[in-house]
């Protein structure tokens, strides 16, 4: 693959922003990736983009200029951003373009998402029955995980303890405000064994990137970012996913160990070499499973991981430096997309005080979510 | 009364069981029936009686009111927390379905379970009952008899 570099970043504030629409968060996000690139819209050769609930991206060129440009409409669940992404380093990679934009945004309503069973290929009993939750299905799958693998709800608590510690060093994170261990042990359980400081709640905001080849790249900066492996991958027959029914007799790998797997081949670069992290935390439990099934430790081993702070900004495998989803809320579309910011900002030295020290040189991003589907992306200076 | 849906149990019967289909092809089980194979794409698969008794493989407590589709016809005074779980069958097909069952101290993954028919609302429009899959701890059967 030919390289792409990623030039301009863009983030529009997450959490609730009451005065704008999503496509005007999503506009915002790449207005200040062009500025960061020092780049005009007029130069931008083609985008890609989407979101779940605040419309097409395509129409962004309402508020950004109507050039002609190539513009994609991306819907791909919870891998949206990812996505969005693959296909914009696809286009560059082939030759084809050498510069172009990739936006995520939203805008969700307020409390848990209720889709509709039939656009997930399910009839209306799953849902008028109470089944069709995401947040049963997080709490299923950690309640289970912990159960083969002895991993303790002091353990999840950890995890969001550090989300909203990180949150608060984050000027761009809607809950930024530290969270005592009882204040989270002690919250309302949501779906056992998950609490409410424990799942993350959808939220608004937008993020875009600047993507270029590496001889457009040049022009622009001399210091690009390089985009070594965007993946995404779907569940195979086996795993256990949400809005399942039922599941199979012989359980298998989710697609996050697919996606993550091949991402770090294309690279050639071990989940060992790999400096900051950031990994769909739709909720406590997700964290801790997605560190094992991105290759990043042995199923089991998180509660020691985290009892000695090694995925702290200055452990040995940072995670989720931002915040994560817990401390930014998911804006569906736009959520894949900020996890790159923040890596982008960490190996550019620009993260401020949430900054990993040391210079990290490698970052991954990955997102996991409905109907079980997952992207991953490894960026490296 | 009448099920929720046809074909997802054997309905009316003494001992209800859970429909489900199997394919031809590669014997994999599935619940609810469906008419292609996800594991090898055979297209041929016959409905079956997949059993009535399992193990609690996992679980939860819904603790708030879903949103619509959810239409037990429950206000938010009147809703009542319900345990969910997935219940491994004799051919190990996992089966998510609502517990009887909400208290956590009384869940616990490996438990025996079986299955219930039981109203889950009322019809505003017609009076109709109608009835709901849910699985039970089977100690509950052997504190009734
Ligand atoms: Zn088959």
Known sequence: ?381 | MRPIREGLFTWPAERPELLGSRCTDCGEVTFPAQADCRRCGGRDCRVEPIGHRGTLWSWTVQRFLPKPPYASGETEETFRPYGVGYVELPSGVKVEARLTENRPERLVIGMPMRLVVAPFRTDPESGEVILGFYFAPEEDEEEAA
């Not at chain 1, 690139?37 to 097409?56: H, R």
């Not at chain 1, 809950?175 to 042990?185: D, K, V, W």
């Open chain 1, 1 to 381: 693959m030919s390289e792409v570099a990623i030039i301009g970043i863009g983030l529009h504030p997450f959490g609730r922003t009451p005065d704008k629409s999503g496509q005007q968060q999503g506009a915002e996000a790449v207005r200040r990736a062009l500025a960061d690139a020092g780049v005009s819209w007029k130069e931008v050769q083609f985008a890609y983009g989407g979101s779940q609930d605040a419309g097409n991206a395509d129409a962004l060129v309402n508020e950004l200029g109507l050039t002609g440009l190539q513009f994609t409409n991306v819907w791909n669940g919870c891998a949206t951003g990812g996505s969005a992404l693959h296909a914009g380093c696809a286009a560059i990679a082939s030759g084809e373009y050498e510069l172009g934009v990739v936006v995520g945004f939203d805008k969700h309503p307020r409390g848990a998402f209720n889709p509709r069973p039939a656009d997930w290929g399910l009839e209306d009993w799953y849902g008028e029955l109470g089944l069709m939750l995401t947040t049963q299905f997080f709490a299923m799958k950690i309640q289970r995980y912990m159960h083969e693998h002895g991993i303790t709800e002091e353990a999840l608590v950890r995890v969001a303890e550090k989300a909203f510690r990180n949150g608060a060093l984050n000027p761009y994170a809607w809950r930024r405000t530290p969270l005592s261990r009882e204040e989270i042990a002690q919250s309302p359980l949501v779906s056992d064994p998950l609490r409410k400081y424990m799942f993350c709640n959808p939220a608004e905001g937008g993020a875009a990137l600047v993507l270029a080849s590496a001889a457009r790249a040049r022009r622009h900066t001399t210091k690009p970012l390089w985009v070594r492996a965007a993946v995404v991958r779907t569940r195979r027959y086996g795993s256990f996913e949400v809005f399942s029914p039922s599941l199979a007799a012989t359980v298998t790998d989710a697609p996050t160990v697919d996606a993550a797997r091949t991402a770090f081949e294309r690279a050639g670069i071990g989940p060992e070499e790999v400096d900051v992290i950031q990994l769909q935390d739709t909720d406590s439990g997700a964290e801790i499973i997605h560190m094992a099934e991105c290759g990043f430790c042995a199923h089991g081993e998180q509660e020691k991981l985290l009892a000695e702070g090694a995925t702290e900004i200055g452990g040995r495998m940072p995670v989720n430096t931002d915040g994560g989803c817990l401390a930014n809320g998911e804006p569906v579309g736009a959520s894949g997309l900020r996890q790159v910011h923040e890596i982008c900002l960490q190996l550019r030295g620009q993260a401020g005080a949430r900054q990993v020290p040391g210079g990290p040189r490698v970052g991954f991003t990955h997102v996991y979510g409905a109907p079980g589907l997952s992207g991953v992306t490894l960026i490296s200076r």
